[in-house]
């Protein structure tokens, strides 16, 4: 028999399924359903796993993914909500830093190199999408669009150092390291195709590389706090 816990899962996934298809054929009316009932079900699954008594871990990211559901729909919404579906992403990715850095930050040559890493990705794809918004006389979002970029930076980074951490179990490590690559992947690509042009795989892969993004650091978020308890 099927529990209301796993329910919300399944309907997550089925709604996410649907929202890409919808992205994919341009049915707005679909996407206008399916795309914020796929958080709104993680949202409820996230919720019904949480113990009676929750870490302050799990209400952080709790709060990134309300705010993550506010961002979709702004962007969703007929006309140029660019700015506030920004601002609600940008507030969502400073609650999952919190979330992965509440022990305190990673801070050792491995945990570095990473920073250096996603530094050079970050700045390379910047200058691409700067020039492009300079060039289309789009200076307004310059800054921005750069300040999202930084934490959406560090978000990545320290979503990947859960994985030099002791107390992650290497499992939940990895999703949460491949949940915040994905999410800077699916970012970089809405950017990209906004700023500088259309892109291969299009709003298709931008809206399955998010959902997977939001599912897996989520899966690795309870992990976490279950292993803990």
Known sequence: MITITALFLILCLI????????????NRRLEYVAKPATLILLILWFVSRLPSDPPSLGWWFLSGLVFSLAGDIFLMLPGDHFLKGLVAFLIAHIAYIITFNLAGPVLNWTSLLIALVVT????????????????????ALVGPVVIYAFFLGLTLWSATTTLLRPEWTRFAGWLVAIGGTLFFTSDAAIAWNRFVGPHLGGRTFEMITYHLAQISLSVGVLMFIAASI
């Open 120 to 139: 050079c990705i970050a700045v390379l794809i910047l200058r691409r999408l700067v020039a492009s918004m300079r060039t289309a006389g789009r200076t």
């Open 15 to 26: 709604f996410a399924v649907l929202n890409w298809i919808a992205v994919s054929i341009q």
